[in-house]
């Protein structure tokens, strides 16, 4: 969430005058304040998002960015964050250190405004002063991440010299003060989260190693480092650093899949105000992959960087192609979504004041961004396909081929339409439909296996709940086109039991069920026809994920009976917790201790509690395990059911999987099942 800017500006004065000193360098005179802390404690979420994890890695992002921002300058190649014990963190660079000499106007060094004053930095000192934004959205200062730190302190060398200082929930111990010398130039700010303001101030190192992934691979040849110290015995550190940017970038994403051509096409130039960095390679995929960024920050909605693209690819693959007679007299002209099947690219544009729309601001608004980006892009291709002309004909003749597939698979579905295979009289036989014809009570239970099918038919409620059992594996969709997936059984009983159609013809007003409910095995098959459906869902029914009609049924793994009273436990912990809870010893009695047996024969763990208390314990391993009123009570009951929403980043996440597992090239896979093989049951999303 962007953070917005407080409602009243206490204290505003007046922005210093902004001239350079005699070295041409930022003093401390050149930095524009505006005012105190206080409103970021009362209200911290208008500044990070939220007190939650989220905010609190606000908190590193806030601190990177200003180091990278340098960085991008040219002034830093280095930048190392630290996670410490105690809930400490440090963010270190080689840059040219905060200015420490004092404010002509506010009698303090130029690092203690920094630190203690809203907006105060170099960053906002205006047009010419050449210092870009990484963060654009949440470049708030560092100033709030003292506020909302218990304890911070900063470290600067510059001038042949190190400097100090500490703070406390945002105000200065002492001064800015020289502790040593020092031959180095760069800052180190380490702060402590407030654990009276934040939910949770424990850091997630995926998190931050996936963010500054991604930093890595947008600012070529900066070396980010993440040192995780928080536990002596588990000490890691992690380096990422692109010479490529972001043509490694693409290569990153491309992994597993097939490249199309060898050389990754790979442009950076400035147009205007506007710099544009692209990089793209095609694979042997369908779908295109392109990843938009403006500052550093993803505009998963696209904008107008997006747009010019689209243009540029479209027209120029075009011209080259009818220029050299790949694309005949009498052929039609590639539409763009010819052109985009298969690639993969990421558009990356640095502007100085970038614009942002949409709820989430989550796409670029900035209307010189499309031509700067269409011109440089036109260009880049242009040329690439002139130097690459091996590579350009496979691009064209993977585009043409999209065409004619797009255009035979239009044919097979209007063919398939006109026999009325998709309509609902046709309702496969094998759905065992609701009497309810009322999409918002109607649900739809996509049941893995037969037999599981069998004790869903029985145990569900008839009114309205449907079952519709798969068989195995339904189809490898990744291979197959949308006509091929047409034609296939499994598939097909599933679109039309959906009701809304399939492909650029989705009517969502015609889903028959409001929700509709996968439910798979806990198993490592299980996991397979679940991330199988997911991707389905994921490319051909993004709408009806969008819009929150999807879930996983969540079936119990053990059944816990002590006596006559039966409870269901979903996980590990929840089994121990409810067993615990059923044997809890009346008051004034000793503790129990617990000793588990297992059954060889039945696999049923009996745990017996001294005093004499049994509990029966069955873990289920597959659904079709449980009798059709165990399925009812534990999984379909809406009283007593718990189901997991699938949102579109979960289903992308499966749709990553499951390339991995699927796609046409057979080395990653081996590598990705090797090296997941235990945790293989987590498969889940
Ligand atoms: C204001 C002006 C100058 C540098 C910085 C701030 C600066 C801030 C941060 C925050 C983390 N690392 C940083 N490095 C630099 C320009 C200084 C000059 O012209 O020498």
Redesign the pocket.
Known sequence: MPPKKPEKKTAAKKPAAKKKTAKG??GAA??QVLEGLDPVRKRPGMYIGSTGESGLHHLIWE?VD??I??AMAG??DTVTIKLLPDGWAS?T?N?????VDNHPQYKVS?VEL?LTKLHA???FGGDDSG?KVSGGLHGVG?SVVNALSSELWVEVN?GGKTYHQDYKIGKPQNKLKPIGKSKET??T?AFKADASIFETVEYDLKTIRDRLRQHAYLTRGIKLVIVDERIKEKYSEYAFYFEGGVSSFVRHMNFGKKAKHDNVLHTRKTSGDVEVEIAMQYTEDFHENVNCFTNNILNPEGGTHLAGFKTALTRVLNTYGREKGHIKEKENNLTGDDVREGLTAVISLRIPEPQFEGQTKAKLGNPEARGATESVFADALKTFLEEHPRDATSILEKSLLASRARMAARAARDTILRKGALEGLTLPGKLADCASRDPSKSELYIVEGDSAGGSAKQGREREFQAILPLRGKILNVERARLDKMLTNNEVKSLVIALGTGIGDDIHMDKLRYGRIIIMTDADVDGAHIRTLLLTLFFRYFPELIRQEHLFIAQPPLFRVQVGKAVEYAFTEEDKDKIVARMTKPTKGSKPVKTTITIDEETGEEIVTVEGGRKVNLQRYKGLGEMNPDQLWETTMNPANRVMKLVTIEDAAKADEVFDTLMGTDVAPRKHFISTHAKSVKNLDI
């Open positions: 360098n930022y050149q930095i601190v200003n180091s921002d340098e002034h830093a963010v660079d840059g040219r250190g905060i200015p130029a920094v930095g170099g960053k210092y560092v510059r760069g800052t700010i």
